[in-house]
């Protein structure tokens, strides 16, 4: 039986998400991807919670597989390239209270699908992500 849960996405400013970025806020076209957005900490947390339902069914997994609710913080770190893709996507033991090595590679397997827009000044951008995650009864 799976378990509801709140997954909590942590703001920009805890994000590890550069703040010299231009902040601004867009919306795309109808039909357009987050590709046609501004490169953006706001944009790019938008990004990440777009796949908040994809984390939600990696912790579903793990919570289902445990005698007792579990939660707890996994902090995660990526790299936006120039084309916007995400490379090398990683939870990070420091920072990360949940050990589960199955939760951890169906969340990197998930951060690798993320599509940001490019950005403008053609390179890569390191992102440190902190993932709050518990059981609600």
């Known amino acids: 039986m799976l378990v509801p849960l709140l997954l909590t996405l942590a703001s920009?400013?805890?994000?590890g998400i550069a703040s010299s970025t231009a902040v601004g806020?867009?919306?795309?076209?109808?039909?357009?991807?987050?590709?046609?957005?501004?490169?953006?900490?706001?944009?790019?947390?938008?990004?990440?919670?777009?796949?908040?339902?994809?984390?939600?069914?990696?912790?579903?997994q793990t919570l289902a597989s445990q005698d007792k609710p579990v939660e707890g913080k996994l902090q995660t770190h990526f790299i936006i390239s120039p084309e916007g893709t995400v490379r090398q996507p990683k939870v990070v033991k420091k920072g990360t209270t949940?050990?589960?090595?199955?939760?951890?590679?169906c969340v990197e397997t998930v951060l690798s699908t993320m599509v940001f827009p490019k950005p403008p000044d053609g390179k890569d951008h390191p992102v440190d992500y902190p993932f709050n995650l518990k059981a609600v009864r």
């Not at 990440?48 to 912790?59: A, L």
């Open 98 to 105: 949940l050990k589960n090595e199955a939760l951890h590679r």
């Open 12 to 15: 920009t400013s805890d994000a």
């Open 25 to 60: 806020t867009a919306t795309p076209a109808k039909g357009s991807g987050p590709e046609k957005l501004p490169f953006t900490p706001d944009t790019i947390r938008d990004v990440v919670r777009g796949k908040q339902p994809d984390i939600e069914r990696c912790w579903e």
